[in-house]
């Protein structure tokens, strides 16, 4: 389908009146066309879409902490020279390495039913991307461009969650699911739950979840993978952290990265009453 903000090529020669019509005035200049519409998975207060940019390469770096001094600021990054992602208002903080893109605490990003894109499956706040506009494609020729990270990170609530287990078990397999398999359930797996404790001393759970053979309508689909770390935060409110990401394809994020930004979660003070999120 042709891009509607697309003008065809002109030629050298001017279009010119038959003889009986009287002469035509100048025509004015046209404005410049629109550039095309770009369109994410990000919405800051849960509202309109926001577009992000694009990002560099992963490096790696090592874990640092002086145990001696008791616990670290946790305004800081655990890890020397990455980047801390702070969610106040679930009281949460981690670090992502220096070529992540951090975004602002009151952005959604989440993914919604593509059968009814009012209704939201799933998302989190305070995201962080690696390569935000890894694939971007204009599926139906429509000029609406959508941009595909490679991997994101954010901070979640779990109102309702009858323990961390439940709160892992159910975000795993909905963040596969939403991502990168729909409509197909049957080609979503995950591991058992994991009881795990991060740097900071923050005990909860984690599940592993991964699709195994997702359909791919276009060359931005593909397999990917999810993990949820479910905890309390210094409320006593259940909360949770995610990751969701490509797989099989050059520069999937490894797990022994992923772990180690998961290592880096702690909790801070939290600004308000947590709100159920999807």
């Not at 992502?96 to 009012?118: I, M, Q, R």
């Not at 309508?217 to 990917?224: I, K, T, V, Y």
Request: glycine share 8%.
């Amino acid at each position: 389908m042709q891009n509607p903000y697309q003008q065809p090529n002109q030629s050298g020669a001017l279009y010119q009146p038959p003889l009986h019509q009287p002469p035509q005035p100048p025509q004015p200049p046209q404005p410049p066309q629109p550039p095309r519409k770009r369109t994410s998975r990000l919405m800051p207060a849960l509202t309109a879409l926001m577009a992000v940019g694009a990002i560099a390469a992963v490096t790696a770096v090592i874990m640092t902490r002086d145990d001696q001094n008791g616990p670290p600021d946790p305004s800081k990054p655990l890890v020397a020279g990455w980047k801390t992602v702070a969610n106040p208002k679930y009281g949460t903080s981690f670090d992502v390495p220096p070529d992540w893109e951090v975004l602002s605490p009151d952005v959604f990003s989440g993914h919604a039913d593509d059968k009814d894109p009012d209704k939201i499956l799933i998302g989190h706040t305070a995201p962080a991307f690696y390569k935000s506009e890894w694939c971007s494609i204009d599926a139906n020729g429509d000029g609406t461009v959508s941009d595909f990270p490679l991997g994101s990170v954010g901070t979640k609530g779990a109102e309702g969650a009858k323990d961390t287990t439940e709160i892992a078990e159910k975000n795993a397999p909905t963040w596969v699911y939403a991502a990168f398999t729909q409509p197909d359930k049957s080609v979503v797996k995950w591991d058992k739950p994991v009881e795990y404790t991060t740097k900071f001393g923050l005990k909860g759970t984690y599940v592993k979840a991964r699709s195994e053979g997702a359909k791919q309508p276009n060359r931005c689909a593909g397999d990917g993978q999810a993990i949820v770390f479910g905890f309390k935060n210094s409320e006593g409110a259940f909360a949770a952290w995610d990751f969701y990401g490509r797989t099989n394809v050059p520069g999937t994020i490894p797990d022994s990265l992923i772990m180690r930004i998961l290592s880096t979660v702690r909790l801070t003070p939290t600004t308000a009453t947590p709100t159920p999120t999807p």
